[in-house]
């Protein structure tokens, strides 16, 4: 993947808002895109330096009216490829973190903005680790949800990916309510998101998820 200094990063990207799609830094999300507005906006991106679409949580004000969360992640589009009947089937990797700032108006049928990278430089660095990292506490914990859930997954892999692999894998795959995928993208550092991971997993196993539904 191409490094990105915090020089190429643009004042201005296009949003994609969409309700508990999580893109962590170095991570990375397949979308499917089939809305014309989307598809335009993919085209525009193709054509520009780093190819950024920030992606970003709606969510309700005070007032009950659907605004934008305030964090959202940008990540470049790496894996493309257009179906027979136009549809795009693309690939974001994860590249920073980003402060929303001022929608820009018109121009595009899709949104955009400004916004500050400022706060996040720790993003383009190098793989995180987490040094109070218990993994198979973790990991007991991880397979009650699983089971409570009816869930799968290939355990011997989790066992063997590295810390922050496996934390944002989970952070951006687990079916998490799209409040509790904003708080993990919050979390400031990657000890911070197996935190917060452990504290929202343990919430459902006590029922927690049922009564928030209620």
């Keep these: ?8 990063l643009p004042d201005q990207i296009p949003l994609f808002p969409l309700p508990g799609a999580l893109l962590l830094p170095r991570g990375r999300l397949p979308l499917h895109i089939f809305e014309p507005r989307y598809l335009q906006m993919v ?3 193709l054509k520009t330096p780093q190819r950024l679409i920030g992606m970003i949580q709606p969510c309700k004000g005070r007032d009950g009216e659907e605004r934008l969360s305030v964090i959202g992640c940008a990540g470049r589009l790496t894996g493309f490829s257009e179906t027979e009947d136009g549809r795009y089937m693309i690939t974001l990797s994860g590249v920073s973190r980003f402060r929303l700032g001022k929608e820009i108006e018109g121009f595009t049928p899709y949104r955009r903005a400004e916004v500050s990278w400022a706060h996040f430089e720790r993003d383009l660095g190098m793989t995180e680790h987490d040094p109070e990292f218990d993994r198979e506490t973790f ?8 089971h409570a859930q009816g869930l799968d997954t290939d355990w011997e892999a989790l066992k063997d990916a590295e810390d922050e692999l496996l934390i944002n894998s989970l952070s951006m795959l687990l079916p998490l309510e799209p409040e509790d995928k904003q708080a993990l993208l919050e979390a400031p550092s990657l000890t911070t998101r197996r935190e917060t991971l452990i504290t929202l997993l343990e919430f459902v196993l006590h029922g927690g998820g049922d009564e928030r539904k209620q």
């Design 43 to 45: 085209e525009d991106c």
């Design 139 to 146: 990991l007991e914990t991880l397979a009650r949800y699983f």
């Design 1 to 8: 993947m191409l490094m990105i200094k915090p020089s190429d």
